[in-house]
């Protein structure tokens, strides 16, 4: 966005407004959670592990509800949190530029705010989406304007029931350790929350080095020259596509099972405020019916992504092509259709994410009492869906449930606020448009959570409080004059 003019004047007028909304709304709350301490250590109220899109939202909609005493824990250094500057490769969001995402109801807060604060309404009215670098620079400039508190550079190890209901968190900070003592957790990890990269079985005999997953660190650049496969056309299979060719790749091969790439986006195509605030709503076969049928549909790559790559007179498209084989020769792999071999230097997975408890060892002491969709709800007939049956079974506030009633009571108090929550309460969690939403049922969620359990302070808070409001001086006592006769007479 070098190329266009900024205005650093405009952006100062708009942090103002907003503080003035702010102010006029009364927001944020006055904090009201009691403080806690256990043996001198002071307790959190919540900890949010992730401070992507969602875990940012999270933490506003919390402030905004006055539980003031929570944290944001990320592992990546500041600026870096999320997908937009590391594995994402698209030039630009997915999403239309007008979608209002974790503004939280505030006009101020939206990103076309921002955008035209720094570059102008025309600038504005000719962009098409919103550039994925830009769209970081405002994720930035939302952590800053709420003052939201983010500790960088903190893995998440372990989290643990502890006796009194609480959990520990055991983090750790390049060589530095400590345990964060919290009354709730709130997983707002993105799209791998409870898993990672989904990678076929088909590669576990090819050396690391031939291959990487859509989600991995690649070096473009030493791809120069090389011929690449790629498996999978989604958006993030055609963005590393295109990176690819980008970087002067001499061939691409893309991979594609289906004999047609896949064209209407159907969720985006019944989206309304009843399918965000209504889904959570439906019977669970109606759940079922809804996601596993837009999954089968599949979502198309975006438009601009898909001509990205066929610019390129490199790129070779090869429909109705599961991979049957892949065999290691010398420098090199061979990929084998059922239409041809093709030798390629680098291979490159657009296959996704799964749900795998195993790859998250900081949830390894809650896995075996996580409850799971396959574990209360039978798969209807003609509808197996392994990523469905796989998806975690939450409460209205995103928890986690017991697969067996009182073996981990603890689980009431972690919130998967992250896509593996499609299944129980809509695409609330993992996506731009209805995240302030999500995030609203989340803290509204906590903040009902904290104040039950801590209702006999709040009842002693009740009767110790004394702050008069009538003086005794608003009004004179008529019964220190004397009453005049009344008649027993009627007229």
């Known amino acids: 966005m070098s190329e266009l003019a900024t205005h650093p004047d405009n952006l100062d007028a708009l942090e103002a ?31 949010i592990i992730g401070g992507g899109m969602a875990g940012l ?56 705010a921002y955008y035209e604060a720094r570059f102008g309404s025309a600038a504005w009215m000719a962009l098409e989406r919103a550039p994925r670098e830009t769209w970081m620079d405002y994720l930035i400039w939302y952590r800053k304007v709420l003052e939201l508190p983010v500790r960088n550079g903190v893995s998440v190890d372990a989290i643990l029931p502890r006796e009194d209901g609480m959990l520990d968190l055991l983090c750790s900070q390049g060589d530095a350790k400590e345990t964060v003592i919290c009354r709730h957790v709130v997983l707002a990890t993105g799209r791998d929350g409870l898993g990672g990269p989904y990678v076929p079985d088909i590669a576990e005999h090819i050396d690391r080095k031939f291959w990487a997953h859509t989600a991995d660190a690649i070096d473009f650049a030493a791809l120069r020259g090389k011929r690449v496969g790629v498996i999978g056309a989604g958006a993030s299979a055609m963005d590393n596509a295109a990176t690819a060719l980008e970087a002067g790749v001499a061939r691409l091969d893309m991979f594609v099972r289906r004999k047609e790439l896949p064209r209407i986006n159907k969720f985006t195509g019944i989206g309304s405020q009843g399918v965000v605030h209504g889904f959570a709503g439906l019977p669970d076969e109606w759940k079922w ?33 599961p991979i049957g084989g892949l065999r290691q020769e010398d420098d090199h792999v061979v990929v084998t259709t059922r239409r041809a071999s093709y030798p390629v230097d680098f291979l490159i997975f657009g296959t996704g994410f799964k749900i795998d408890l195993s790859n998250r060892p900081e949830l390894a002491a809650l896995e075996p009492c996580i409850r799971f969709w396959r574990d209360r709800f039978p798969t209807p007939a003609g509808m197996a869906n392994a990523e469905l049956e796989g998806s975690p079974d939450l409460g209205e506030a995103f928890e986690f449930r017991e697969r067996e009633p009182g073996s981990c009571p603890a689980l009431a108090k972690i919130h998967c606020f992250n896509f593996p929550a499609t299944l129980s309460h809509g695409k609330l969690t993992g996506d731009i448009p209805a995240i302030s939403e999500g995030a609203d049922r989340l803290a509204r969620g906590v903040v009902r959570s904290l104040f039950v359990e801590d209702r006999e302070k709040h009842f002693a808070n009740l ?29």
Do not use: C
């Open 17 to 47: 407004r907003l503080r003035q909304d702010l102010a006029w709304l009364e927001l944020p709350a006055k904090a009201w959670v009691p403080a806690r301490e256990v043996n001198g250590q002071p307790v959190t109220d919540v900890v």
């Open 57 to 112: 939202v999270a933490s506003g909609m919390l402030k905004r509800l006055g539980v003031a005493n929570h944290v944001i824990l990320d592992k990546a250094p500041a600026g870096q949190e999320g997908p937009w500057v590391t594995f994402a490769r698209m030039r630009t969001l997915r999403s239309p530029k007008q979608l209002t995402g974790p503004a939280m109801g505030l006009p101020a807060l939206t990103f076309r």
């Open 289 to 321: 019916r809804f996601l596993n049928y837009a999954m089968g549909q599949q979502t198309p790559p975006p438009r601009p992504s898909v001509l990205r790559v066929s610019s390129f007179e490199q790129a070779h498209l090869h429909l109705e092509s």
């Open 463 to 491: 009767q110790a409080f004394d702050t008069p409001e009538l003086l005794g001086d608003e009004w004179a006592d008529d019964n220190t004059e004397a009453l005049p006769e009344l008649s027993s007479e009627r007229t």
